[in-house]
């Protein structure tokens, strides 16, 4: 996020698109509401009537993966009212003209028949949006996995941008993490290009830093995403693959190929806390200890890197995910000894501009928001204040894209997937807690009554769907939260695996799949 | 991010230094643990600006000079119910507020707690800003937006006034704010005495499960019922609450029809409830969280 969750309270404008944030972020969510009892506007866009939209200004279900034309019809209204913050654009920014140019051919009508988005409720999002300021955009998953997950990225910064909300307090471009680490994650080089803090391996100066700092010759080629890494694994220039909490056999797009892929290899190890549907195709397994078990921090969603700390000991054989890491690395030839924990991050701090400020006793109960430069450094709540990271604010000009795969006559319904409130990701943690489990005990798919009505499907009947990839057989949930023609499925449950039906097609630069639209078919199960 | 920010002000100390009181409580707590009067007590202790309930004991006395009473709120007693679950044997020593005092009250009514085993120390607070020492968070409740006060409710507002709203307006006001609803469970979780094994909230031939809000309005009006001759107006459910439902009042107006009725105002004192049907079977198993 380039703001902080506690500022959205005082936005006069929430544009909340693709995050059904009352089930996925719900503290973000109270944010939301509280903001909205002082009098902020709420602009949402997604697909399905999720709870904010019940308290939205304004709410369009636009038709799954248009976004770009969305956004960019947006902005053709608001350059054409002369909404847009001209001092602001005119400072701080360079690329207007070229996104001009682009937008202006995207007019409400062209919109209306990209989205189905009506042309008043357009020029109402684009109104509320430009003309209440500072205005927070948020969004999740619903942007950014896409094969044009990226543009429709670049589209949101272009808007906030476009309105000067970038910078700002209560404003911003606020994606919200799907995990209480994956900010963290990232921070830490856990991608295959960069260094800790975005450093990236093929600058000669990292290279040399971190080479320095490690002891060791480091690689300097970007390596693999987990995209690229299926088709290594199957054409065998891939053999071992470390899997660390992840459960890519429910996560990745298209089950029967990852699967084929993990069978192919000399050697899987995982790590995680439970068995998962990946554990089980593992050669070897190793036990790490839970949140409560262990010591260290995570980063959130906010950039706010916060310190968690033992409350009880590791049950069993389980170990602290570096412990386990250390013993591995000191045994494969590289020495790896760590006092503790605190060791490692004041290590990291040394090589991480961002987090240079940082220590555990700063940290105290609250943690600090990068970038913290340095001891006296406060930490920063928002982003981008005097000016971008890159100086000038670049606006990308964007056509919109199809998505990979649009419903046709054997595949006539738009399928896309999603959290249910009562489960977390793959339900390796949650599907084990009792209560949760009675909340929501197994998978489903939402229907619209319009539709269930043609297929005489009752409430709760097994339907049948397929796409190109496989098929799965799950219980209808017939409701008006989906518009007719569009399918929604959790993917938490492994007995009906959305990852079954999803399409693996994906962002050329993110390499993010497109889980959220794809072409299926639904009929009664027989 | 003020909230975080926050200081807390020095327990009782308008000066800045210990006042006498908080070191006689101290004191008193030291003897309790020392002539094993009690074998645990139960108070706030100040971790990195934030005061957070605390288990102080004998193995560690000077750490009660860390004991602190300023604004923080929390169950206490909830923890000691637990607590006494698990081993009725333990004598509890607790830091009772007003609310503690009914909450307690409610408890050995209803078994969960045996008086016996129970010592407190009290402190002044709630309900008036009249009361010498009142320092509980409701005294300066927080200004509720503009919005809320057109479309949904108050929170601030008393009964009565709740009441002059027309039924067709008071209903939209409610079925507004239920709406909100997470389903976290944290107006029941945080509640001294919701100590049910089996929850009514999920119970799935009564409210159905899988989607959010949970069924409104009848989630949060089998909570009400279920609070008749129970809640003790601590307000901590509805200070937990993430979206700001206006609960202390929906339970005060529960609480006012089972005073007319019965005669009874729940939590002035450990006498038999008129809603405790059962006879006093010991019920002192956990319930899962």
């Known amino acids: ?526 | 991010m003020e909230e975080q920010m926050k200081e807390w002000p020095e327990p009782f100390s308008t000066t800045g230094g210990k006042t006498s009181m908080l070191v006689t409580m101290q004191e008193q707590v030291k003897e309790w643990l020392d002539q094993d009067k009690v074998d645990l007590f139960l108070g706030y202790k100040m971790v990195q600006k934030h005061p957070l309930p605390h288990c102080f004991t004998k193995d560690n006395l000077d750490e009660v000079d860390e004991l602190i009473a300023g604004q923080a709120r929390y169950s206490l007693e909830k923890i000691a119910t637990k607590i006494a679950a698990e081993r009725p044997e333990i004598k509890i020593g607790l830091l009772a507020r007003d609310c503690n005092q009914r909450a307690l009250n409610v408890l050995y009514v209803w078994n969960q707690l045996n008086p016996d085993n129970l010592e407190t120390i009290n402190v002044n607070c709630c309900p008036s800003k009249l009361k010498e020492h009142g320092d509980c968070s409701y005294l300066e409740p927080e200004q509720v937006g503009s919005f809320k006060k057109m479309i949904g409710i108050d929170n601030i507002i008393e009964v009565k006034a709740a009441e002059e709203f027309s039924q067709e307006d008071r209903f939209n006001r409610w079925m507004y704010e239920f709406q909100k609803c997470l389903k976290c469970y944290g107006c029941r979780n945080i509640c001294p005495v919701c100590f049910c094994e089996e929850c009514s909230l999920e119970h799935t031939d009564l409210i159905a499960t899988g989607s959010i809000p949970p069924e409104v309005p009848i989630f949060h009006l089998v909570r009400a019922v279920h609070m008749g001759g129970r809640c003790i107006d601590c307000g901590l459910c509805e200070d937990t609450c993430p979206v700001d439902i206006p609960l202390r009042l929906l339970y005060r107006k529960v609480n006012e029809t089972v005073e007319d009725v019965f005669g009874y105002v729940t939590g002035t004192n450990a006498d038999q409830s008129p809603f405790n049907l059962l006879g006093d079977e010991v019920t002192l198993k956990i319930k899962p969280i």
């Open chain 1, 1 to 526: 996020m380039t703001n902080s969750i506690a500022e959205i309270e005082d936005a006069a404008c929430i544009f909340v698109i693709g995050t059904n944030t009352t089930e996925n972020h719900p503290l973000i969510a109270r944010r939301v509401f509280r903001a909205k009892e002082k009098g902020a506007k709420l602009i949402v866009a997604d697909p399905r009537n999720i709870q904010l939209a019940r308290f939205a200004d304004i709410h369009v279900r636009h038709r799954l993966g248009s976004d770009v034309a969305l956004l960019n019809g947006m902005m053709h209204v608001i350059i054409k009212n002369d909404w847009h913050a001209k001092s602001y654009i005119d400072e701080r920014t360079e690329g207007f003209d070229e996104l001009k140019k682009v937008v202006e051919t995207y007019t409400p009508d062209k919109v209306e028949a990209i989205s189905g988005i009506a042309q008043g409720d357009l020029e109402r999002m684009a109104e509320l949006y430009a003309t209440n300021s500072p205005a927070a955009l948020l969004y999740a998953m619903g942007i950014t996995q896409h094969t044009t997950g990226v543009d429709n990225v670049k589209s949101c910064c272009n808007i906030a941008m476009l309105c000067g909300n970038v910078g700002v307090r209560s404003g911003g471009v606020n994606p919200l993490r799907g995990q209480n680490n994956v900010q963290g994650a990232c921070d830490m080089g856990g991608l295959p290009n960069v260094f800790p803090a975005y450093q990236p391996v093929t600058v000669e100066a990292n290279n040399e830093k971190f080479s320095k700092a490690w002891g060791k010759k480091l690689p300097d080629q970007i390596g693999y995403t987990i995209t690229d890494m299926i088709p290594a694994m199957l054409n065998g220039k891939l053999k071992a693959l470390y899997v660390i909490g992840e459960n890519p056999m429910m996560s990745d797009p298209d089950q029967n190929h990852i699967n084929k892929a993990l069978e192919k290899l000399e050697l899987l190890i995982c790590q995680d806390i439970f068995q998962t549907e990946t554990t089980q195709k593992a050669d070897v397994v190793f036990a790490a200890a839970s949140v409560a078990e262990k010591e260290g921090t995570f980063t959130n969603t906010e950039r706010r890197c916060v310190k968690v700390n033992i409350a009880i000991d590791p049950v069993g054989n389980a170990l602290a995910d570096w412990e386990i890491i250390s013993k591995l690395s000191t045994a494969m030839g590289y020495k790896m000894s760590y006092e503790n924990s605190e060791e490692i991050f004041n290590e990291m701090t040394s090589v991480t501009p961002s987090y240079g400020g940082m220590t555990y006793e700063r940290l105290g109960l609250d943690g600090l928001q990068w970038p913290c430069p340095n001891s006296e450094h406060p930490g920063t709540p928002f982003l981008h204040k005097e000016q971008f990271t890159r100086g000038k604010g670049m606006f990308h000009a964007i056509e919109y894209l199809d998505p990979d795969e649009m419903p046709d006559d054997k595949y006539p319904y738009f399928l896309t997937t999603g959290r249910n409130f009562a489960h977390f990701h793959t339900g390796t943690m949650t599907r084990a807690s009792a209560h949760l489990h009675a909340e929501q005990k197994t998978g489903y798919v939402e229907l619209n009554p319009e539709d269930a009505n043609k297929l005489a499907v009752q409430d709760g009947d097994m339907v049948l769907l397929s796409t190109r990839r496989g098929e799965m057989k799950t219980p209808a949930r017939v409701t008006s939260k989906v518009k007719p023609g569009v399918l929604f499925v959790p993917f938490h449950f492994a007995e009906c695996p959305a990852n079954i039906l999803t399409n693996p097609a994906f962002d050329p630069i993110a390499k993010i799949p497109e889980f959220k639209v794809c072409a299926a078919k639904i009929e009664k199960a027989p």
